[in-house]
């Protein structure tokens, strides 16, 4: 089955509006009609520049990396998804690694938050993955499981449909070090598998499942070559306009 190939540049909390601009520009201006849907989730004070900026631009579709789980409120230093939508955001990544780790982002939360933005109309990229004593255990799969199972399965299969997956070995973000093809795809297989027990295979023969850890333009082919693998959320390499464009011409 044919599903859809993306590549995510997740440029958490980097670049000015200058640097954003003049990134957004070299992208659009070089990267032809990618053959993966090339989503850009820059920060919240980006986000209409960069959609001004992708008008016309083949390919290129606009993310968030966060949203808060109610719609409005006495909620300082947050964003909602009406907000978001608003922004003309069409993707919004959920349950980041870092956003569990630094900001204590539960399973039942990011359950409210995935809710939220498929009521929006939006598309949750939702992340999950393993640190290192859970990939040393050899539990890593059992970990991940629950994660899906926890935040994802509450969902009819009508909004899981609109659900893209990022797996993420979190002992892999931003340490250089990245899983290899074979260790992603033994993940993205026990992901699709499980979704199969849930939601049928019809359906997990749909979802995209991505991988995010340390892509870069050496690994991208090889990673993206895995018969799970559908694309890459990717972090610092997506900073850097000619390493980003390798990934996306990696497909």
Known sequence: ?????????????????????LLVEALTQSAGTPKAEVVLCPPFMH??????????????????????????GAFTGEVSAPMLKSAGVEYVILGHSERREYFGET?????KKVDRVLEEGLRPIFCCGEPLPIREEGTHVAHVRAQISASLFHLSPD??????????P?????????ASPEQAQEMHS?????????????????TPILYGGS?????????????????????GASLKTEEFLQIVRSF
């Open 190 to 206: 026990a992901i699709r598998s499980l979704l199969a027990e849930h939601f049928g295979a019809e359906m997990a023969g749909q």
């Open 159 to 168: 909004l899981f449909s609109r659900i893209v997956i990022a797996y993420e």
């Open 170 to 178: 979190i002992w892999a973000i931003g340490t250089g070090r990245t």
């Open 1 to 21: 089955m044919s599903r859809q190939k993306i590549a995510a540049g997740n440029w958490k909390m980097n670049l000015t509006l200058e640097e954003g601009r």
């Open 47 to 72: 986000l209409t520049m960069v959609k001004s900026l992708l008008a016309g631009a083949d390919g290129f579709s606009l993310g968030a990396q966060n949203c808060h789980q109610e719609l409005k």
């Open 107 to 111: 399973d039942a939360l990011l359950a």
């Open 215 to 235: 892509v870069n333009a050496g690994n991208a082919a090889s990673l993206f070559s895995q018969p799970d693998v559908d694309g890459g959320l990717v972090g």
